[in-house]
Nanobody, 124 residues
């Protein structure tokens, strides 16, 4: 039974930092790419970052140089380190398991399992 449980959210002042965690179970964690998504108030889901099983990473342009995704395969845990936080980073952050479908030279990503989310609020 696949389970993803986020933690680490909370209230932080602008310019501060938070580290989100996602505890994964029920599947061979190291074999899967994982992504973080977020949903700000009144907005749709936005992809934030991806980390592949080999540790390589991808980031949305809006968070490059500010957020860092990592994973501890021995502990089946995914992380998102968020630095220099701004009010527009306020959102519910979701941990997801990726599914990639390759057609010709392109890979299309979907997400087959989601956690419940953790609230991040950036406010003075």
């Amino acid at each position: 039974q696949v389970q993803l449980v986020e933690s680490g959210g909370g209230l932080v002042q602008p310019g501060g930092s938070l580290r989100l965690s996602c505890a994964a179970s029920g599947f061979p964690f190291s074999n899967y790419s994982m992504s973080w998504f977020r949903q700000a108030p009144g907005k749709g889901l936005e992809w934030v970052s991806r980390i592949y099983g080999d540790g390589s990473t991808r980031y949305a342009d809006s968070v490059k140089g500010l957020f860092t995704v990592s994973r501890d395969n021995a502990k089946n845990t995914l992380f998102l380190q968020m630095d220099s936080l701004k009010p527009d980073n306020t959102a519910v952050y979701y941990c997801t398991r990726d599914r990639g479908v390759t057609q010709d030279v392109s890979t299309y990503w979907t997400n087959d399992y989601w956690g419940q989310g953790t609230q991040v609020t950036v406010s003075s």
